[in-house]
């Protein structure tokens, strides 16, 4: 309920920007364009969701990038060039990757260092290793149209509907956002998850298992990332080490914070993600789409968009309570 | 029903923090359907002592046996799980999420394919509330909630648990005299089913009634340990304090002008405009039930709360909402809740002293006049009493009542006009509380007007001249203290008619 | 000035190859270096600066402390980092490669001329759209002088201008002419799922686009991933730079209808044959004018297989 | 006191490293080879100071090195493109700067919304702007040495030293790190910006204007940003907008939690920063002068090498304090 009201600033902003680019390029609502933005979309929304269990914990993850880039690079490299089978590929690589995530919680919690040095450390190390192992090489799935491959860029025809199918990443991404609305809202551990961000010493008194929690918060952050390297790279069809993923911890963290997040904790919901991570990538989208918008400044336009989105989500929250009280 | 075999006990436990020994071997056993007290000074080592019992703490030397057995907590999770509860001196919720989910969080109840069940919660939630005598919407978060409100919710989280040994850190330092029998009266519930309750308060009043044996510690130290009859007021004041305190006698003073004016005031918890004039050497009580409204208007007054009306000083309009203008027309305003809004935990004892005033004690061009804070600092540690004597500690290193008295000197360090305080004593030892009201008399003789709430019936009778008693954020009594009683004060509070 | 170390008479010389970023194409030229090195002996460092210019400096910098005896730089802000080049070559012997910078005090260029690789590549456009239409330029940055040139040879090429590296058409300009028309230049920062999305936006914006031109080695494959998934493969004419596997099986394949490749191996490989004479004196592989070219060579479905015979026997495939 | 002990580990870390490429590359102790270094140190010990202003009092800034771009591309835009002097543009700028940064601080004490979003727009708005501005086009001096550029990469030689000279960079910082130290330790503004850091409520309660000071905090961080661009420029020469101060925010905020910044805020020393700066800056050095690392591994070496500084930071203020307590 209170959750709720938060998204509305970014939900209108979201409508509005998809109005004004339908205005000025019809293309925009075409079947094949709206499932370039689904397909986006998924794959930024899987990432922020990831985000977003860390950042509700008071904690934050910047290593999402760069571990996108190890599995996105391990993928190929392992299936094309040393030549492992896809079925040991895919869940070796997401066991690593909730493995580093785990790792990431256990020093966070164990040695009580800073997420923020922790995952930043995670950034450097995870980046550096796929380029010294990929020796700086592009890696990729090559002309064979792997099985596989449709995971990332497969589309689902939903009978009656023609010229319009749903794409594979989106299909994920619903079932990944309705297991951690589940677990976020109506179970034991989202409940503490929460409390832990609220307040850890509260949390601990009451007998929360803190370490646990976390250690598990990142490690699923570690997991949805994993998913979303393979994803990235099943869709693009090749990864380059030195940039893949590059600054893909700031668009998942960016669709956490819009979506309602608090960097202090304690606060989150899985919509506001999604609605998130959409709006920059219609924003994205609408620039190409629009004539007359240099490409150069495409930056400039999502950071403007996204601080008018958070002024009207602020706005909006001050008109509805209308008591103030300094705190 | 006192069972012989202790349920939980400390064998010669010490804790050292650096230098400072905060217990030093001190032997406990507790029993089931017992309720022992622990009593002693600010910074005898209470609060650590229960922290070593219920594993915050790790002991030093020595062990904790728990039902014949040593153990080794790690935390507040292994204590639980052992049935021991622990409420903290300080309170410890989380302030975004409901009431409801802050009662249950740790033992929510689960339905459906693992699950939380809601229904269940709130029935749970409701039924921990009834016991306190809180009424509250489940749902609002407890950020939204009074001091007082939040801390019978801390208390009825502990109550309503499986606990064997239930700790409570001076659960009613905030508490009226109605919640504070209420409480009373579940914790003897508690023991009469058999569980056995440590408490830890300064209102020996408390310990009189419901205490079976008290243990009275000193500077870590145990010094006496009293069984049931032997519990007795003076004896226990001998005790802690190593002397006997002689009853305030207090000079005559006359009141003068009117130094702090309020007319008109409403705010979102005062429905009805509040007229009320404090003058020069006049002290008056604001007393009322937890969740009265008697915080809000002291924030109000002071400019953290959004009001509308006139509030003047000295003849001088106060704007709403600048803290900082207040401070410079001589206004000053000792908070309810010291960890969150008086202190910043890990700056020293002597940064905190001057911070409110470090305008004034800085030289040119906004430098720090360092050897005039260190003046400062050391006047209120000595003139406070703090323990330890020292000024470059951090100031989550002292015990709570230390704190609470830097978060007193602080503001006397400025020589406001007018002060405003907030449960003044709260978590004060019977001695340095006599000082510290003592502190206020000679103020108000030097001319400044008091405007205070406190929940402690003795403290309003002893020290105000006149008691303004709120129900429900609207003034229902403005009384001359001299002429009334508890029992029409109480009334008033509640809403009632004054007989 | 500076401390370098004075070189061991005996020792093989210490050669530094530096290359603007981090690529494939770079990958292939450290191959040449490596492979020229052990054959001619000299002992040969490789660097990719990930972080562009300011990175750039730091490595050279960081080589010239190490004391190296000759260095191949390719700049990749040949005007204002003259004056840097000047001090790098005061120090050792300085050449550079892929990007020139004539002012500097370097000894020789090895590279193509990129200018003229884009007009062959505009060439190839013509051919594979001889009646013109809507065009679409892909790249991963502007700010680079190869791939800033590359794209004016190709507008210039297909719309029928004369030769003029010095001219420059903004991206957010209409470019049109000779039946052409080029909608956009899009760059994507080498973020490859920008770079593919990037693609996917102009095929929703342009229903009638003609042609896409990949300028840099990794667009060519997204163009085409694009192009599968929204079932418009061979449909939309594309055309390409370097040598990536899957331009490559692309004009195999008809997907593709050619590509411009340089020569990194050679790059590599001649840089290092160059310095490794000079150190010893010998100034005869120099030519007149400065300029070792390593011609740029169109690829088209007849030549593809031998190409890839030939790269894959030098990357010991 | 307290503060000193918490810099120990990394104190060593950095002497390991030094004393171990030393070792193995002896010209790492050329007296150019530490001019170099101290030059480096000094730029991003500017921006790391910024940072950590910002970080004390509990916020963030990543707008840093879009900011550097920003300032860094207009530089040399204005003054040879446009044609402006050197007199004009460099107060200009720098007062733009302190503007922008002045902007973020209202942005998060007005309107209460989070310093993390806030900078993460201003990252996306000032590299858009700045590319938008420039079109795509770099920047640079050109070949003309301007008096302006000795800042940058000017030497000041030592009376009855030779060979080695001091950066002008080095004594820009130490001027900025001694006032910054002043401010910090010895001002009524420094304690205020600890104090809300510490507590912010606590702080108002005292009466503490504390928007004033953040607000003050904000816009100093973007003048030291502001100065760090105006010098990398200078240094470089020429700057690219997409890539000009890319991840520098990352590098100054490692800077300021290495050297002991909590981003709880409250905390922070300015020896700490030059020491963090220092340290990544000589690791950078340590990977090309040492052979036989190749470069594709650098990331993972400095994020290996920060990793285990903070760790070996942790494990010695866990046996210098005796003591364990919860919370
Ligand atoms: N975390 C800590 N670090 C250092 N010293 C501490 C710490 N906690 C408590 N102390 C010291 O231990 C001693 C005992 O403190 P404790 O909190 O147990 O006192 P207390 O009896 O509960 O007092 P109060 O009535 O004021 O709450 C004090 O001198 C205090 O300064
Ligand atoms: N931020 C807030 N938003 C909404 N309501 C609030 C807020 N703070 C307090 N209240 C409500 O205002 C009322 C008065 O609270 P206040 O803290 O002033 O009470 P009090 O008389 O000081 O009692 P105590 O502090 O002992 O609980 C309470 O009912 C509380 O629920
Ligand atoms: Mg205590
Ligand atoms: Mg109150």
Chains 1, 4 share one sequence.
């Not at chain 2, 007193?408 to 006599?434: M, S």
């Not at chain 2, 003592?438 to 008091?450: E, F, N, T, Y």
């Not at chain 3, 191949?72 to 050792?92: G, H, K, M, W, Y």
Request: net charge negative.
């Amino acid at each position: 309920m209170r959750d709720e009201r938060k998204l509305l600033g970014i939900l209108g902003v979201l409508v509005a920007v998809a109005v004004v680019t339908t205005l000025f390029s019809p293309s925009f609502v075409s079947a094949y364009n709206i499932e370039n933005l689904l397909r986006r979309s998924a794959l930024f929304g899987i990432i922020g969701i990831g985000a977003s269990l860390v950042i509700i914990t008071g904690g934050i993850d910047l290593s999402i990038g760069s571990l996108i880039c190890l599995v996105g690079c391990l993928t190929p490299w392992l299936i094309t060039v040393v030549g492992v089978t896809p079925w040991l590929v895919v869940p070796a690589l997401l066991i690593l990757a909730t493995l580093l995530g785990m790792c990431h919680g256990l020093l966070v919690t164990r040695l009580k260092l800073q997420p923020f040095l922790v995952t930043l450390c995670g950034l450097f190390i995870y980046r550096g290793l796929t380029r010294g192992i990929l020796a700086d090489n592009t890696a990729g799935f090559g002309t064979e149209g792997s099985a596989l491959r449709t995971l990332g860029n497969g589309r689902i025809h939903l009978p009656g509907i023609d010229g319009f199918a749903l794409p594979a990443p989106l299909v994920i991404l619903i079932v990944i956002a309705v297991i951690s609305w589940l677990l976020l809202n109506r179970t034991v551990w989202g409940r503490h998850l929460k409390a832990i961000g609220c307040n850890e010493t509260a949390a601990r008194h009451c007998g929360i298992a803190v370490d646990r929690v976390k250690i598990g918060a990142y490690a699923l952050c570690g997991l949805l990332t994993g998913i979303g390297g393979l994803l990235f790279v099943l869709d693009t069809g090749s990864a380059q080490p030195s940039n893949f993923g590059n600054f893909y911890e700031l668009y998942a963290i960016a669709a956490a914070v819009l979506g309602g997040c608090s960097l202090r904790g304690g606060e989150g919901s899985i919509i506001g993600v999604l609605i998130g991570a959409t709006l920059v990538q219609v924003l994205r989208n609408a620039i190409v789409l629009i004539d007359g918008i240099p490409d150069s400044i495409e930056f400039a336009v999502i950071g403007g968009i996204i601080l008018i989105a958070v002024i009207a989500d602020e706005a909006i929250r001050r008109f509805t309570t209308a008591h103030k009280s300094l705190k | 029903m006192t069972s012989s075999e202790p349920l939980i006990e400390a064998c010669s436990v010490t804790k050292r923090f650096g230098g400072v020994c905060a217990v030093d071997a001190v032997s406990l056993s507790i029993r089931g359907g017992e309720i022992t007290a622990i009593i002693g000074e600010n910074g005898a080592g209470k609060s650590t002592l229960v922290k070593l019992l219920c594993g915050v703490h790790r002991a030093d030397e020595g062990e904790v046996r728990i039902d014949g057995q040593t153990v080794a907590m790690n935390g507040p999770a292994d204590a639980l799980s052992l049935g021991i509860a622990h409420i903290p001196q300080e309170l410890e919720l989380c302030d975004a999420m409901s009431v409801s989910q802050n009662l249950l969080l740790g033992c929510e109840p689960i339905g459906r394919f693992g699950l939380i069940d809601e229904d269940q919660c709130l029935r749970q939630a409701r039924h921990s509330l009834e016991k306190v005598s809180l009424e509250i919407p489940l749902d609002v978060p407890v950020r939204d909630l009074g001091h007082g409100q939040r801390q019978l919710i801390a208390i009825a989280r502990a109550l309503d648990g499986d606990a064997r040994v239930l700790f409570l850190d001076e659960p009613t330092a905030t508490l009226s005299p109605a919640e504070t029998t209420i409480l009373l009266d579940q914790i003897v519930a508690m023991k009469t089913a058999g569980a056995a309750i440590v408490l830890i308060t300064h209102r020996l009043a408390e310990v009189e009634q419901v205490a079976d044996r008290v243990m009275v510690l000193r500077d870590g130290h145990p010094v006496a340990s009293l069984a049931g009859d032997e519990v007795e007021r003076s004896e226990m004041v001998r005790l802690m304090v190593g002397r006997d305190l002689e009853p305030i006698q207090e000079q005559e003073t006359t009141s003068g002008e009117v130094r702090l004016l309020i007319k008109d005031l409403t705010s979102s918890a005062h429905p009805d405009p509040i007229h009320l004039e404090v003058r020069a050497g006049e002290r008056i009580a604001l007393a009322g039930l937890v969740g009265a409204g008697r915080s809000e208007l002291l924030e109000a007054l002071f400019g953290l709360r959004d009001r509308t009306g006139v509030v003047e000083v000295d003849g001088i309009t106060i704007p709403p909402i600048d803290p900082a203008r207040s401070v410079e027309m001589g206004l000053a305003l000792v908070p309810e809740e010291r960890a969150s809004q008086g202190l910043a935990l890990q700056m020293t004892v002597e940064q905190n002293a001057v911070l409110p005033g470090i305008h004034r004690h800085g030289g040119a061009f906004g430098w720090l006049e360092r050897r005039a804070g260190e003046k400062v600092a050391r006047q209120l540690v000595e003139s406070l009493d703090v323990r330890p004597a020292a000024t470059d500690l951090a100031v989550s290193e002292l015990s709570g009542g230390n704190q609470q008295k830097v978060v007193i000197g602080k503001w006397l360090a400025l020589h406001p006009g007018v002060l405003l305080l907030d449960e003044p004593t709260r978590g004060v030892d019977v001695g340095a509380r006599e000082e510290l009201h003592q502190r206020l008399m000679q103020l108000s003789k030097d001319g400044v007007a008091i405007l205070f709430s406190s929940s402690e019936m003795e403290e309003v009778l002893s020290l105000s001249h006149r008691v303004v008693v709120l129900h429900e954020g609207r003034i229902t009594g403005n009384l001359t203290t001299s002429n009334t009683s508890e029992e029409q004060i109480m009334a008033l509070a509640t809403g009632g008619d004054p007989r | 000035k500076g401390s370098v170390v004075p070189p061991d008479a005996n020792a093989a010389p210490k050669l530094a190859f530096v290359t603007n970023g981090v690529a494939d194409f770079w990958v292939l030229a450290g191959k040449g270096v490596q492979d020229s090195a052990s054959e001619i002996g000299v002992d040969a460092s490789f660097h990719m600066p990930p972080d562009g210019l300011a990175d750039q400096k730091r490595i050279i910098e960081d080589l010239m402390v190490k004391g190296v005896d000759g260095i191949a730089v390719s700049p990749i802000d040949p005007v204002n980092q003259t004056p840097f080049l000047d001090r790098i070559a005061e120090q050792t012997l300085l050449i550079t490669h892929d990007s020139d910078a004539p002012d500097s005090k370097r000894i020789c260029f090895v590279g193509v001329d990129n200018y003229e690789a884009g007009r062959m590549c505009g060439e190839l456009v013509e051919e594979a759209l001889p009646n013109g239409g809507k065009v679409a330029i892909f790249v991963g940055r502007l700010e680079q002088d190869n791939a800033r040139l590359r794209r004016q040879g190709v507008i210039d090429q297909i719309l029928g201008r004369e030769w003029d590296s010095s001219r420059y058409d903004k991206p957010g300009e209409k470019i049109a002419g000779n039946g052409f028309e080029v909608v956009a230049t899009l760059t994507d920062q080498f973020d490859m799922a920008k770079g593919k999305a990037n693609v996917e936006d102009i095929l929703s914006r342009h229903d009638d686009i003609a042609g896409c031109i990949g300028l840099f080695a990794y667009n060519t494959p997204l163009i085409l991933e694009a192009l599968e998934q929204s079932g418009r493969s061979g449909k939309v004419k594309v055309i390409s730079f370097d040598e990536d596997e899957r331009t490559l099986q692309g004009i195999i394949d008809g997907t593709v209808h050619g590509t411009i490749v340089q020569n990194p191996y050679e790059y590599g490989a001649a840089s290092m044959r160059l310095l490794k004479a000079l150190t010893s004196g010998d100034r005869s592989g120099i030519p007149e004018n400065g300029i070792f070219k390593v011609p740029a060579r169109t690829i088209r479905k007849a030549e593809v297989e031998s190409f890839r015979e030939d790269m894959r026997k030098k990357l010991g495939k």
